[in-house]
């Protein structure tokens, strides 16, 4: 009879420490969600295609629910921006957000600004390179860019869509150089066959679309445009080292069209943290040239806010400012 009475006092406050445990865990805003899409705005086996599928593959275990990359590409970013910008924002339709969302909007390309998403996590940095065939003449960044001194219009530069990133990094370099190149937009799956076909002299590009060409000795990195040597291939110089100051560091994260819900932000935030943290992850960053750069959603907007009005100012200064 005492352990009955016992049991029957005991037993509001097991259930009251049940109830309370359960309000404490955090709900799994995607419990009933079965997709998660993550748009990349350039085309499969470009440097954001394959970093794209890296995150999505650690985020599905993460979150216990499917994510998969789907290709949008077009106007150097602004087809993908557009439709990610358009979808009710619950958390299912994300972009792979880069620099580009300042370029294209700053170059006339998108009708918005970075205001129209929030960011949700910063997940990686990569060094735009100048990139050449490796049985090419220019053995240095200082040989290509007299060379084009010397004969303008003649040299060819490949990038990935007018308003990209590659493609405002590599006017910013040749330009203020006093080369009068030819800037060739390609798709970003395009830019690196046509250097290997010889349809252009040399590219502006990420490194991960580069990789396995480096590897197999096809093509030669001829400069860095950031501001110290990559980690990820330490024999390639700066531009800065080569007298042309120009870096352009390329980052990228995931950013949800704004009012999508503080929690699901949150979820969002916390699967890409250890995602990005993973051995897998990490390894495969470094395959590929690229550098796991993790940043939550308040610092990664203050860094987009600031970024953006530092390449406003940029695209300003080439030529390049919508009017």
Known sequence: ???????????????????????????????????????????????????????????????????????????????????????KPDGTALVWNSNSISTTFHSGSLPFDYKSFVAVAQVLTESPVVAVKSDAKWKSLKDLIADGKARPKAITIGNSGVGSHTHISSVALFKPAGVEAVDVPFGAAQVVPSLLG???????????????????????????????RDPAFPD???????????????????????????????????????????????????????RPAFLPGGQFSALIAKEDGYLAKLIGEIGLKKK
């Not at 040399?202 to 093509?219: D, E, G, H, R």
């Not at 080569?242 to 352009?248: I, R």
Request: hydrophobic content about 50%; proline content about 6%; charged content about 15%.
């Open 236 to 290: 390639v110089p700066t531009a800065r080292e080569q007298g042309f100051d120009v870096t352009l560091e390329a980052w990228r994260g995931i950013a949800a069209p704004t009012g999508t819900p503080v929690a699901t932000v949150a979820a969002l935030e916390l699967a890409i943290r250890n995602t990005v943290a993973s051995n897998e992850f990490v390894q495969a960053c470094e395959r590929l040239g690229a």
């Open 1 to 87: 009879m005492r352990r009955l009475i016992a049991f029957l006092v005991g037993l509001p406050l097991v259930l009251a420490a049940t109830d309370l445990a359960t309000a404490q865990k955090p709900q799994n805003p995607f419990a009933h969600k079965p997709t998660i899409e993550i748009t990349v705005l350039f085309p499969a086996g470009s440097s954001a295609d394959v970093t794209a599928r890296l995150l999505a593959d650690g985020m599905s275990k993460e979150l216990g629910t499917n994510v998969i990359v789907v290709n949008r590409p077009g106007a150097g970013g602004a087809i993908g921006y557009r439709h990610v910008a358009a979808q």
């Open 198 to 228: 010889g349809q252009v002299d040399a590219v502006v590009q990420l490194p991960a679309s580069l990789a396995q060409y480096v590897k197999s000795k096809q093509v030669r990195f001829l400069a860095a445009l950031v501001a110290s």
